[in-house]
């Protein structure tokens, strides 16, 4: 690393951050802690700079050097790493992750050497054969779905973006973008017709088992719902929503869905026209009932008025 800095001022650093990461990490964040707003790579994306000293020290990864993810640089000021520092698997995943990452591929890659299982469980989902598979932007990545890098705190903390309590907005992040709904055809509306739902209206006023999107679809292994390994596959669909509806059968199971009422679901449709018909016939009543109310009102003054003008 560079000495970018006078060792008077990198000794202050060091006291003052005592501790936890070591003098390497120190440096970094003289920088990127002090340094505020955004920066567009040579690439085109536009990166956040700041890195809040505080907040990743209280995150899962806060006691590890940046070095340990961020291996090599590519652009100044950094120095370039030192040959060997990027393993050759490491490289290639770099490579295939490249359409998704904004400033650093191989940090993103990184991930995989020490949670091995829930990157497989990823690389062979939906989102993870996006990416690597199809080369697209679109998938969720790792960070789409934990947020930053530095701050990912445990799954069951609230501040967590897969908590309970934001999950359903996470997902909704992509999930109720309407031009990744079309390119991928993948029904549009889904987050509101869930939110519509017995289980969305429950989950909204904290029933503490309402199933949100990863009961039924899975976090990590997340696939097509018509391929047989999803949950909601047909095959295992009396088998998932089983596990909150003791002896579901497949008749059960079919209540379920994020299709807009329509032909496919003509039962409700006809229902929910009917009720709009009758709130509307009401709704009328209502307003004629007050229009003629005021008009008798008004009719009835003038002809006091008339009849006290006669009086006089
Ligand atoms: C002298 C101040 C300085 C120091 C020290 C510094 N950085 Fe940076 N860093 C910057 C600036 C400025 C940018 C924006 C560069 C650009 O325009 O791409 C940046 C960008 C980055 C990026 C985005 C990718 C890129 O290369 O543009 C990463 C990742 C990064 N720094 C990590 C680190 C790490 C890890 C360390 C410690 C090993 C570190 N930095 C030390 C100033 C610094
Ligand atoms: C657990 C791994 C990990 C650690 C530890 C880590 N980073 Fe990062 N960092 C990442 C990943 C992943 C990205 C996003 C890469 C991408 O999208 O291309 C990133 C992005 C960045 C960026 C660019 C911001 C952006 O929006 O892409 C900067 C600057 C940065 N890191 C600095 C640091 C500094 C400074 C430290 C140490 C205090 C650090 N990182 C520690 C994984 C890590
Ligand atoms: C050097 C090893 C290492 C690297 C690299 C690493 N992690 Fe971690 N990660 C850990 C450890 C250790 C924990 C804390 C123990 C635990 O909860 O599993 C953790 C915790 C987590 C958690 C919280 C799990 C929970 O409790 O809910 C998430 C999410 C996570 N890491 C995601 C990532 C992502 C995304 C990357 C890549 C940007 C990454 N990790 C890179 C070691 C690592
Ligand atoms: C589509 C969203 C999504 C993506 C993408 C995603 N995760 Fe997760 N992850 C979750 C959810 C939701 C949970 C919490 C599951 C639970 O509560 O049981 C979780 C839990 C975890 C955990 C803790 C539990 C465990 O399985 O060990 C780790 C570690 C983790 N994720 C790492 C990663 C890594 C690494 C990646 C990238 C390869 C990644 N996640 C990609 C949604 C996602
Ligand atoms: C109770 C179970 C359940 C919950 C909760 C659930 N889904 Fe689904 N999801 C399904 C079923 C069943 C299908 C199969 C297609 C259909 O009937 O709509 C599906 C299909 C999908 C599809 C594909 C739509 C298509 O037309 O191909 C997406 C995308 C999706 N769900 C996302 C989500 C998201 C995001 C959430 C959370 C807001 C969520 N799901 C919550 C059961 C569920
Ligand atoms: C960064 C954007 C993004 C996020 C965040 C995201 N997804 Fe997706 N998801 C996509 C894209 C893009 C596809 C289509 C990929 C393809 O077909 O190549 C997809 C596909 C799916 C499918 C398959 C739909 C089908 O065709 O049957 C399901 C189910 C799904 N996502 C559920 C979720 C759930 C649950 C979450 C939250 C835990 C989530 N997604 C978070 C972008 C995202
Ligand atoms: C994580 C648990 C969970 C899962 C998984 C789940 N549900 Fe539910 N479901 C609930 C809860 C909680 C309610 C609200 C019960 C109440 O308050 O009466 C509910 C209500 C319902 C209702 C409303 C009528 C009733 O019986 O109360 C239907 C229909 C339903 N679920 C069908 C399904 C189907 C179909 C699946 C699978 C695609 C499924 N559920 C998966 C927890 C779950």
């Given amino acids: 690393m560079k000495r970018f800095f006078a060792l008077p001022l990198l000794l202050f650093v060091l006291v003052w951050f005592a501790g936890s990461a070591s003098a390497e990490t120190f440096t970094c964040l003289a920088c990127h802690s002090a340094m505020q707003g955004k920066v567009r790579t040579e690439g085109g994306a536009l990166i956040e700079v700041n890195v809040d000293g505080d907040r990743y020290a209280k995150s899962v990864h806060g006691g590890f050097d940046c070095i340990m993810c961020h291996k090599q640089f590519p652009s100044n000021p950094h120095e370039t790493a030192k040959a060997g520092a990027v393993s050759p698997g490491i490289a290639s995943l770099a490579g295939k992750l490249a359409p998704k990452a904004k400033s650093d591929p191989v940090a993103l890659a990184v991930c995989s050497e ?17 990416i690597i598979e199809k080369k697209q932007p679109d998938g969720a990545s790792c960070i789409d779905c934990h947020g930053s890098p530095h701050y990912i705190t445990p799954r069951n903390t609230k501040e967590s973006p897969v908590s309970r309590t934001h999950i359903v907005k996470t997902c909704g992040e992509c999930h109720k973008n309407e031009k990744i709904s079309e390119k991928y055809h993948l029904g549009t509306h889904v987050v509101e017709r869930y ?8 989950y909204t006023l904290g029933h503490p088992n309402a199933p949100t999107c990863v009961h039924c679809h899975n976090s990590h292994q997340i696939r097509q719902w018509e391929d047989p390994q999803s949950p909601m596959a047909w095959d295992n669909r009396t088998k998932t929503c089983g596990t909150c509806h003791e002896g579901a059968t497949k008749k059960f199971v079919s209540a379920i869905t994020h299709r807009p009422y329509g032909k496919d679901n003509p039962i409700p449709y006809y229902f929910e026209k009917g009720l709009i018909v009758l709130l ?15 008009f008798s009102e008004i009719r009835d003054k003038v002809l006091r008025k008339g009849k006290e003008e006669h009086h006089e």
């Fill in 114 to 130: 020490c949670h091995a299982d829930a990157y497989k469980e990823w690389q062979d989902s939906v989102h993870g054969r996006n």
């Fill in 195 to 202: 939110q519509e739902s017995f289980h969305g209206k429950k």
């Fill in 280 to 294: 509307l016939g009401v709704f009328a009543f209502i307003v004629g009932h007050v229009i003629l109310e005021a």
